[in-house]
């Protein structure tokens, strides 16, 4: 059996956990790969950092910090300290002593001409995920944000920042015009990606930011057409709970795109594919049960990810039942 989760940050490396879970219980022992968002990397101080597939993979592989719910657990700061001490900017988003050994890493490969998907598949050597982690391109593509911000005597004014900036710097306080993508137009999947998609058994949407975490990998040219084309039963699950987001911002990001900030809003941004879409199934927490989205099984289970033994009993079997898969 093999299965392909599309995947954000932190709540795409949580759920992930479930699925593993849920894997490591069979016989079987299904195959899972991890489709990740990529358009969140960014370059600071010469490294290239790539946010959501590192929270993916040190979670997965027993790194990340639990409490602070980013980053390396045992994490110092003394570089960043140092840094902070020359006025080297940006002050705003904070490189962990652990962290950079990484970005080190995965910088000098990149400079001696290895694709990001040989990176990282280098990377995860170390910490063995148990999952295949592929990013959703090898291309460079970076989600940027206009800004709309109202001046006096001079009218609304438009400027553009880095999504991490808009987020960590800002924490999405300022007003949004709309999302660009750089780069995705000319961007191709990840060697991988379209065959995996095409295997499938099973094929998840995480409970990630719809807006810049799945939306983004929809965006990969060919990555949209082999989803449709997939014999393989897709399920997402809902990112909102009760009207707000389960964790992360996307209460921010949803009415940009004109989406509500609901189960039922954003079920309906992906569709159901059998009008077009994209869900044959659609998981809601039972706060939203009820919601409707015609032409998709819609089913309420508890979605509130506890730990990864909850994920699995609830999320990650019910998927599997609407897919027609054994429990």
Known sequence: MRI???????????????????AGRRPDHPEITAIVN??????????RICTDLDSVMYTLGGGHDEERGWGRVGETWAVKDELAEYGAEPTWFGLGDRDIATH??????????????AVTEALCARWKPGVRLLP???????????????LEGAGVQRRAVHFQEWWVRYRAGL??????QVGIEDAKPAPGVVEAIAAADLILFAPSNPVVSIDTILAVPGIRAALLAAPAKIVGVSPIIGGAPVRGMAEKCLPVVGVEISAAGVGAHYGARAYGGLLDGWLVDTTDAGTVLFGADVRAV??????????????????????????
């Open 38 to 47: 990529t358009s969140d990397d960014v370059t600071l101080h010469g490294l």
């Open 136 to 150: 959703m391109t090898d291309d460079r593509v970076e989600t940027h944000v206009v800004l709309a911000e109202e």
């Open 302 to 327: 508890p979605l509130w990810m506890t730990d990864p033994e909850t994920t699995a009993t609830t999320m990650v079997t019910e998927a599997a039942a609407i897919a027609g898969l054994p429990r």
């Open 175 to 180: 007003s949004v015009d709309r999302f660009v």
């Open 104 to 117: 080190l890493v995965r910088t000098r490969m990149l400079d001696a001409g290895y694709p990001l998907s």
């Open 4 to 22: 392909v989760v599309l995947a954000g940050g932190i709540g795409g490396a949580r759920f992930l956990q479930g699925v593993r879970e849920w």
